[in-house]
């Protein structure tokens, strides 16, 4: 073997173990920045917690003036604190791509300079192979000059082949690189949608209080006669479904009735929660609220929890949509047929589901969102479940109803 082709061969050597050789990342500045807005999100987070915190504890106070308008404070500051979080986690995604997206640059050119320097390499074991057994030994002096030769060959064949499998690693890493980088995209603009409801929401939740304020000037004597009126309609509402749903039952003039298969036991957890942040505000049955009369001297049909005017509601379950519309006591409200044919009732949204009848749902879809709508003293969901469900038309109004007690069950039972 020429003196040339040795030397050609270490440099071709050393490229190899540059090109293939890994090495410890330095912590840079995007990395830094990463990290610090990672300690701003967990600070925030436990801020957002806080407020939630001081929320729930405000609504076991007396229901008056200022407990709400410290309501609605805390619900202000809760979503705008949750609006900063999303901003920094979109920030710091941000970062993410832009870096993935160096690395996949750095982890072509090395794979581009990898092919070039293989290419080479082959070139000179084509010349090396087109020589004829005789012809080799007839340029060695000695065998043994030969034998190095051709073990010198058979080293570089099998770097050879070693340098190709870590090729095809460095591809399968890009590609996951690649997948990774698809993915934070995905992420990033749910990130932007969630703003775009969190901005929404904290627009909505202001609102409120200033219409509470408008409608109070500031007075707890009025916002305590506005508390009167109010449950004094609620009352009215509910006395007058009573009469309607016995009317419903009695005429069979249902627009439609489902009846479930068996009833589970309790404790069974066949459902989950419409939102991962939540707080109480009512339980279900004869509570304190529905004793001093506000549903017309029934009990309460469901229970009423919290997130924030605004927030995602979504099924407990898998399912369908059976129903839907409004109607002045329970606003804007949606029904889910799940397996089984129980179905659940989601009240008071901010606006209508949008939802056909019929159009399959996930316990991941969004069939509507938190709101004040109908008999509502507060942004909250109101949450029914029920073993026999209908709905009628009132003919007094053209609204839609559904039976009110009767038929249901405790959610907390399934949850």
Known sequence: MKMSQ???YLVLFSIFYFLFSGGAYALDDTSQQ???LRKQIE?????????KGTIAEKQKQANTLKRQIDILNNQILQLQTKINITDRQITSTNY??????GQIFDATEKIDKQKQAIGELLAILYEQDKLSLLAVLLKSSRLSDFANQAQQVESLNNKLTGL???LKTEKEVLEQNKQDLELKKSELETLNDKQIIQK??????????NTLLTQTKGQEAKYQQLLSETEKKKAQ??????ELEDQALKTGAFIVRVTADSVPPRGSKIFQWPYDDYYITQGYGMTAYARRGAYGGAPHNGIDIASGYGTPIRPTASGAILSSGFNNGFGNWVAVRHDGNLVTVYAHMRSPSGLANGTPVTASSIIGYEGSTGNSTGSHLHLSLYRDFFTYINDKNGQLYF?????????????
Do not use: C, M, R, W
């Open 164 to 166: 190709l499998t870590q």
């Open 200 to 209: 929404s929401s904290l627009s909505g939740t202001k609102n409120n209080k």
């Open 34 to 36: 990463i990290l610090d």
């Open 403 to 415: 039976n009110y007690f009767d038929g249901s069950l405790n959610p907390f039972d399934y949850l």
């Open 96 to 101: 993410e791509i832009n870096d993935l997206h």
């Open 237 to 242: 509402f509910f006395a007058e479904l009573q």
């Open 43 to 51: 600070e925030l987070t436990k801020q957002a917690e806080q407020y």
């Open 6 to 8: 040795v030397l050609k």
